[in-house]
Each structure stands twice: as C-alpha cells, then as structure tokens.
C-alpha cells in the first residue's frame, strides 16, 4: 500500500509517529475489507452479493470533481451509463468496423473495480502500477470470489475479460472506449462549468481532448471546446484554452 504522507518530515515526531497515516490507512483499508467479506457472501452459487457490490458503483462519487467542492456531482455508475450510451452513437465510418455491443459491454465495465478501490486520480499521488495492481486484484476478487461459482464462472470470466481488454488498450474497440471516456468528461465539465454560470472554471480537464485517437471522436470534442467558449462568452467572460492550464 503506497501512502504518501510517510514522506512529510515531522520534526517533533517520534520514530513511530510517521508511520502513523500509514497505519491510519492500513486500519481502513481493513475495515473495509472485512465489511465487504461480511456484505457479500463469497464463493456462493447466486449472483446476488454482486448485484448488491454494484450498489457501490452507484454511490461512489467520482474523485475528479471534489477538488472543485463539487460535492453532489456524478457517481462512477453515472459516468459508465452515459459512456455505454455514448458509444452507441458511432457514426457509420466506426461502427461499420468496430463491434460496438462490445464497446458498449466495456464501458459499462471499465471502471467497476473503482466500487471497492474508489476513484483514484493522477492528483492523489498514486502510482499508475500501484493503481493497476489495486484494481487488478480487485477485478480478480469481484469475478472469481463472488462470480466465480454463478453459471460455472462464465459471466465472470466474461465481465473480466473486458475489463482487461479496456486496461491492455491494444484492440480497436478498446480505443474507441477509451476517447469517449474522455469525450464524457468534457461534456460533464462543460455541463458543471453552465450549473455553475461559469463561476467555476475546470477548463484543465480540457487537455483530454488533445489524446482523443480517432478524427470523429476528435470532432465531437472540437464542438464540446466551441460550446464551452460560446457559454463563456454568453456569460461575459472569455474561456480560457487548455494551454492556460496545468494539466491535471
Ligand atoms: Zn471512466
């Protein structure tokens, strides 16, 4: 378990006291590992202890937008919703090449270890490895502890499968799930940034668009930039371009 905080100096400590965060964290992590072990039953026949993990997915907030003090915003599942909607809406020059129910299948599973690891963002001072680890084993938990005996372990298997494919981002189909995570963001900032009445600035989740792969993905993210810009400016004000901001 990387925790970070071990690195702060403190002077008037004692040896043990630095360990401390770290024994902090270890006690959480624990107590919710044994809540779950209590939640959901593992090992059994029936689907159900998963169905109620799902449960997570739809009250964990996404960590990207609590720096903002946005403290009501969208859940994991939110965001996994509107994505497997989204990738439905290939234009015919990717849907003709693509499997686009597998693309959809993905984005619905693509961020469902997040329901025990939680939302980690590159501000959190994780490592990516560190991160991939968490979210492997917990892939590995969720499939095989609780899945691993419903209907022989294939559904399993299955949602495994595609979680891993969205990971490896090596197939075409993971590509195009991986830009609409990305195009997901910038219609939420966009969207949070109008609720707000441009009070709230989060143009530095802009630069998303910059490693958005295919042109027509591309496209939809050049229009999210103009109707921010045109937003901004109906408010009086003048967005600012992603190249203003630190990149988060
Ligand atoms: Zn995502």
């Known amino acids: 378990m990387v925790c970070h905080e071990q690195a702060i100096a403190r002077p008037y400590a004692t040896p043990l006291l630095p360990l401390m965060p770290c024994i902090r964290t270890l006690l959480i992590y624990l107590k919710v590992l ?7 039953a593992e090992n059994t026949d029936s689907p159900l202890p998963f169905f109620h993990l799902l449960e997570r997915l739809k009250t964990t907030k996404r ?12 859940s994991i599942s939110d965001h996994m919703y509107r994505m497997s909607i989204l990738t439905m809406m290939a234009p015919a020059s990717i849907s003709s090449k693509l499997d686009i129910a597998r693309c959809c299948r993905m984005a619905v599973v693509h961020d469902m270890a997040e329901a025990l690891v939680g939302d980690i963002t590159p501000v959190d001072g994780i490592s990516k490895e560190e991160k991939s680890r968490r979210e492997t084993e917990t892939m590995d938990y969720i499939c ?3 899945l691993g005996k ?3 372990g294939l559904n399993g298997q299955d949602i495994r499968a595609l979680w891993q494919e969205y ?3 090596k197939t075409a189909e993971s590509h195009f799930v991986h830009d609409i995570d990305k ?8 969207e949070y940034e109008r609720e707000s009445k441009c009070e709230r600035d989060l143009g530095e989740f802009q630069w998303v668009a910059d490693v958005i792969k295919s042109e027509e993905v591309k496209a939809w993210a050049q229009q999210i930039i103009r109707e921010r810009e045109q937003l901004w400016s109906d408010a009086g004000k003048i967005a600012k371009p992603a190249s203003a901001y630190k990149k988060s």
């Open 167 to 169: 990971e490896d981002s």
């Open 63 to 74: 960590a990207g937008w609590q720096r903002f003090k946005i403290g009501d915003g969208e």
């Open 34 to 40: 044994s809540e779950n072990a209590l939640k959901y």
């Open 144 to 146: 095989t502890n609780l």
């Open 150 to 152: 419903f209907n022989g």
């Open 183 to 190: 195009i997901e963001l910038l219609v939420q900032m966009v």
